[in-house]
């Protein structure tokens, strides 16, 4: 039920922060720094989300079939796969991974 | 009919389908992370922002607490702000649009209107791929969530290493220059050496303001160069 709580109070935030974009005055708008840090802030969360997955596990670190996985989705992005291919290439390598007894 | 749509429209249906499709691999993720069906469609129709769902679900999928997906999900979505910000001074819409328009602000109808050269174009741009990927994020969601109820383990099926995949994705394309990626490398580095010492989910915050700190520190020193 808490979860509940956090999954809509994240949808309120998300939609107040798409609205302020427009609402905002214009002489905020016209700072190039907000674009900057955002962009920065979106490359530090996506980089630190892809390694929490990759090595994450619980509160410490797992070395396991996820890490297939990670060199799978860097291959298919290099020969610019679409974006449904490289998740599925994920999928597989950490599949074929675990059936083949690794951890 | 698609021979009578305009470059723009022909740019967001397309972006529109390829984008929707990988709403399955989201519903299917979310409910393997404990999320409900009702719950996961939630997030796509009310939330409607890729990024920051899938880190919500990787905060709460890692076991970390609601408060912090929450704070991932909210950071990451920031980047919708500012494309707000550029939406408003290129298209100009009228205010009883606005509403609407704030919804469907996200990274695919901001870069198809951003492409086009002439402000009708970009008008049509913008409402074809944000209302394309709206209806097909939230059908595929639907059909992802159902699927990913009926898997079973989803460690056999790799679904934790689809997860993997997909945030490398969303990544990937913002690692065209060096900045980027010393800043990948310096977020990298400070959720590997968080992870055994904070709850989960915590080691992704402390990253982004990491990052911000960095960033911030990077734009002093260019500044004195600068003078």
Not at chain 2, 40 to 50: E, K, N, Q, V
Request: proline share 5%; aromatic share 8%.
């Amino acid at each position: 039920m808490t979860l509940w709580i956090w999954v809509l109070g994240a949808c309120v935030a998300a939609y107040a922060i798409k609205l302020a974009g427009y609402l905002l005055p214009q002489s905020l708008l016209d700072r190039p720094v907000f674009g900057e840090l955002a962009g920065a802030l979106t490359v530090g969360l996506l980089t630190s989300l892809t390694v929490m997955n990759t090595v994450g596990k619980g509160q410490g670190i797992a070395l396991d079939s996820r890490l297939l996985a990670l060199a799978a989705g860097a291959i298919a992005l290099r020969l610019r796969a679409p974006y449904i291919v490289v998740v599925i290439a994920g999928a597989l390598a950490s599949a074929i991974g675990r059936r083949a007894g690794l951890p | 009919m698609f021979s009578r749509f305009t470059p723009a429209m022909r740019m967001g249906t397309s972006i529109a389908i390829a984008v929707g499709v990988y709403g399955i691999s989201f519903g299917a993720l979310s409910v393997t992370a404990g999320l409900n069906v009702w719950q996961t469609c939630a997030l796509s129709a009310l939330m409607f922002t890729g990024g920051s769902q899938f880190a919500f679900i990787g905060v709460i999928g890692s076991g970390g607490t609601g408060a912090a997906a929450w704070a991932a999900a909210t950071l990451l979505g920031v980047r919708n702000g500012v494309y707000g910000m550029q939406l408003k001074s290129l298209i100009r819409p009228p205010a009883k649009r606005i509403p609407l328009m704030a919804q469907l602000t996200i990274d695919e109808s901001t870069a198809t209107a951003t492409a086009q050269d002439h402000h009708d174009e970009r008008v049509r741009g913008f409402w074809t791929a944000g209302v394309g990927v709206y209806v097909m994020w939230n059908g595929f969601t639907l059909i992802g969530a159902l699927a990913g109820n009926a898997l079973g383990d989803p460690a056999m099926w790799g679904l934790d290493g689809a997860a993997v995949a997909a945030f490398l994705g969303l990544l990937w394309p913002r690692l065209h220059a060096k900045d980027p990626i010393a800043l990948a490398v310096v977020a990298a580095l400070a959720t590997i050496i968080t992870l055994p010492l904070v709850p989960p989910g915590i080691p992704v915050l402390i990253a982004a303001a990491v990052t911000a700190g960095w960033w911030a520190w990077r734009r002093r020193g260019a500044e004195a160069v600068a003078e």
